[in-house]
């Protein structure tokens, strides 16, 4: 007698923060625009600040991704009229920064590099967005550069002639002796695992079982200890004004 057998397939969903985090820092905004929060059609907002009104910021991490800046605004009840703009920064390149963020990632951080050209949006934030934005950033800290330092090419606007750019409070993720610089959260996971205490601490062969216990708050701390303490963190190099 054959006897036909019921299996059950069991389907487990990423939740979408894990997602989110694993796609870390998101598509950067690819050409100028007026965040306005209807999707890539955005139009400028009537009664928004002029340009000389506003404070220009350069982001080269999630904040130059359009989803990231409209949550952060909505959240904090601003107004979401921001004049977005690519950019090159020259003398600048992007690492990791030597924390892991409240999403269970490793975000990115500045860090001087006299060849280097980083891709970012230069945003141009009124005062209330601004200081939105400042709240969202508890692991940085917003410095003034000089154009003539680091020099901006922006695409369909003019370059500020100073700038703000947010910098990592712990420093930069060192590896090898030198900045880590910004991958893939996975990729990012791979390298980790050449650390053993790491390995003995999380599941690195999982990306995302890693950031489930990346989101966990006493593991943010253990590890910022760690990266600083193992000397896995080193100064960011960038000259700038507070």
Same mark, same amino acid.
């Given at each position: 007698?054959?006897?036909?057998?019921?299996?059950?397939? &069991?389907?487990?969903?990423?939740?979408?923060?894990?997602?989110?985090?694993?796609?870390?820092?998101?598509?950067?905004? #690819?050409?100028?625009?007026?965040?306005?929060?209807?999707?890539?059609?955005?139009?400028?907002?009537?009664?928004?600040?002029?340009?000389?009104?506003?404070?220009?910021?350069?982001?080269?991490?999630?904040?130059?991704?359009?989803?990231?800046?409209?949550?952060?605004?909505?959240?904090?009840?601003?107004?979401?009229? *921001?004049?977005?703009?690519?950019?090159?920064?020259?003398?600048?390149? *992007?690492?990791?920064?030597?924390?892991?963020?409240?999403?269970?990632?490793?975000?990115?951080?500045?860090?001087?590099?006299?060849?280097?050209?980083?891709?970012?949006?230069?945003?141009?934030?009124?005062?209330? #967005?601004?200081?939105?934005?400042?709240?969202?950033?508890?692991?940085?800290?917003?410095?003034?550069?000089?154009?003539?330092?680091?020099?901006?090419?922006?695409?369909?606007?003019?370059?500020?002639?100073?700038?703000?750019?947010?910098?990592? *409070? +712990?420093?930069?993720?060192?590896?090898?002796?030198? +900045?880590? &610089?910004?991958?893939? #959260?996975?990729?990012?996971?791979?390298?980790?695992?050449?650390?053993?205490?790491?390995?003995?601490?999380? +599941?690195?062969?999982?990306?995302?079982?890693?950031?489930?216990?990346?989101?966990?708050?006493?593991? #943010?701390?253990?590890?910022? &200890?760690?990266?600083?303490?193992?000397?896995?963190?080193?100064?960011?190099?960038?000259?700038?004004?507070?």
């Amino acid at each position: 007698m054959i006897v036909a057998m019921r299996t059950s397939t &069991r389907t487990t969903t990423t939740p979408p923060g894990v997602v989110r985090a694993l796609a870390y820092p998101g598509r950067l905004i #690819q050409r100028p625009e007026i965040l306005g929060g209807h999707g890539d059609d955005d139009t400028a907002p009537d009664g928004g600040a002029p340009l000389a009104d506003r404070v220009p910021v350069v982001a080269i991490g999630s904040n130059a991704n359009r989803t990231t800046l409209r949550r952060k605004l909505i959240s904090a009840g601003v107004r979401l009229d *921001v004049p977005l703009f690519p950019v090159l920064v020259g003398g600048v390149a *992007v690492a990791h920064s030597a924390h892991v963020s409240l999403g269970g990632y490793v975000a990115a951080a500045p860090v001087a590099d006299p060849r280097g050209v980083a891709r970012g949006v230069l945003a141009w934030f009124d005062a209330s #967005q601004v200081r939105a934005l400042d709240a969202s950033e508890p692991n940085y800290v917003r410095g003034l550069a000089d154009a003539d330092r680091y020099p901006l090419t922006v695409v369909g606007g003019l370059a500020a002639p100073r700038f703000w750019i947010y910098r990592s *409070v +712990p420093g930069v993720l060192t590896l090898d002796g030198r +900045p880590a &610089r910004l991958r893939s #959260q996975a990729a990012l996971h791979a390298t980790l695992r050449l650390d053993a205490a790491l390995r003995a601490r999380l +599941p690195l062969h999982d990306a995302v079982a890693t950031v489930m216990a990346l989101r966990r708050r006493h593991t #943010q701390a253990w590890l910022r &200890r760690h990266w600083a303490d193992s000397g896995q963190s080193s100064a960011d190099g960038l000259t700038l004004a507070t």
